[in-house]
């Protein structure tokens, strides 16, 4: 493969790494168990891992190997799954006696996967949109939840607490 696709790759990773960032942040913020770090990798590596998917489809080299089957769609399956064991950890590395706390961070780390997948397969549109989208569920409705709810707030250590 020549060096300018690999450099467009490696482009498009940086690209999903500084969304999946965005996300991270605003979790961060909110002192949860996943941060800015841990969004920017895992949206990184999925852009990454989608993106050498798309090469590996033009590639001569693997045409030419027998029985090679080259689905880049099938890397996403191994993204989600990546994605499904962080996330549980951040849920059980999370939960208290009485609660389970993560959940909502460990939706945002699979949503970031899927960012970077779309970042990967070049849909960057989707992957902006994606974003927006994203961060309107985590800050948006969060602050209409509040503003609506008849309960009071939830104290982080009061049992109730989901992000």
Excluded: C
């Amino acid at each position: 493969m020549d060096w300018q696709s690999q450099l467009a790759v490696v482009v498009t990773t940086a690209y999903a790494m500084t969304l999946g960032g965005v996300i991270g942040y605003e979790r961060e913020l909110k002192n949860r168990p996943a941060g800015f770090r841990t969004h920017t990798l895992v949206a990184g590596a999925s852009a990454l891992l989608l993106g050498m998917g798309v090469m590996a489809v033009d590639d001569p080299r693997l045409a030419r190997l027998e029985g090679v089957q080259i689905d880049p769609l099938r890397l996403m399956e191994a993204v989600v799954a990546g994605v499904s064991f962080i996330g549980a950890g951040t849920i059980f590395g999370t939960r208290g006696r009485d609660t389970v706390a993560g959940i909502t961070t460990a939706a945002s780390l699979l949503m970031v996967a899927v960012i970077g997948a779309a970042a990967g397969l070049r849909y960057h549109w989707l992957a902006v949109l994606g974003t927006l989208l994203t961060l309107l569920v985590l800050t948006g409705l969060n602050t209409m939840e509040r503003r609506f709810s008849h309960r009071p707030p939830s104290n982080p250590d009061d049992g109730n607490r989901q992000g």
